[in-house]
Nanobody, 122 residues
């Protein structure tokens, strides 16, 4: 029942910026960690950034200093501000959130969005 929906992907020039957003909807009781992953065809999905319920953050070394993750608990959203984009940032970006539903059991469950494509090209 809980769903995640990414938005904001697109084509951007190297050095440009893009802001991704992920909205969680459904019967949500609470959201713990929220994460952004990315995947290039033929490669494993990698963690880009994460943010805890208390707003502690983690960034992959490859994006540290360029990307910023944030969350809006009132709106059940997580964002990824991407600056100084490089061609190697090109990937499908996925939102993942650890969520407990009102209707389900009392466990937190990982939910994934379907992804949004980010292309960094001249």
């Amino acid at each position: 029942q809980v769903q995640l929906q990414e938005s904001g992907g697109g084509l951007v020039q190297p050095g440009g910026s893009l802001r991704l957003a992920c909205a969680a909807s459904g019967s949500i009781r609470s959201i713990n960690n929220m994460n952004w992953y990315r995947q290039v065809p033929g490669k494993e999905r990698e963690l880009v950034a994460s943010i805890t319920s208390s707003s502690s953050t983690y960034y992959a070394d490859s994006v540290k200093g360029r990307f910023t993750i944030s969350r809006d608990n009132a709106k059940n959203t997580v964002s990824l501000q991407m600056n100084s984009l490089k061609p190697e940032d090109t990937a499908v970006y996925y939102c993942k959130a650890y969520i407990r539903s009102w209707s389900g059991d009392n466990r937190y469950i990982d939910y994934w969005g379907k992804g949004t494509l980010v292309t960094v090209s001249p």
